[in-house]
C-alpha cells in the first residue's frame, strides 16, 4: 500500500496524483489530507505533495512517472 500525503486545492498534489493514476497505482494508494491529522501537518506541511510505501520511503515532489517507477522497483 501506498499513502500519498497531500491537501485540497495544493495543484502539485493533483499532478502527483495524476502520475500515480498514470502508473497504474490509483488502486493501492491512499490519499491522507494533512490537515486531518497533526503529525502529518508537522511533517509534510511545506513538503507535500509526498508518497511513502510501508517500509517507511518517501518519494518526495517534484518527481516524474520515470522517477515514480524507479522508486517503486526499490522496494522490498
Do not use: S
Not at 5 to 22: I, K, P
Not at 52 to 72: Q, V
Request: glycine share 10%; net charge negative; hydrophobic share 45%.
Amino acid at each position: 500500500m501506498l499513502t500519498l500525503f497531500h491537501t485540497d486545492g495544493c495543484h502539485l498534489c493533483e499532478q502527483a496524483w495524476a502520475l500515480v493514476e498514470q502508473a497504474g497505482l490509483a488502486g493501492e494508494t491512499r490519499r491522507c489530507d494533512i490537515l486531518e491529522d497533526d503529525a502529518w501537518l508537522a511533517a509534510y506541511r511545506v513538503r507535500i505533495p509526498v508518497l511513502c510505501d510501508d517500509a517507511g520511503r518517501e518519494l518526495g515532489w517534484p518527481f516524474t512517472l520515470a522517477e515514480l517507477r524507479t522508486w517503486l522497483r526499490g522496494q522490498g
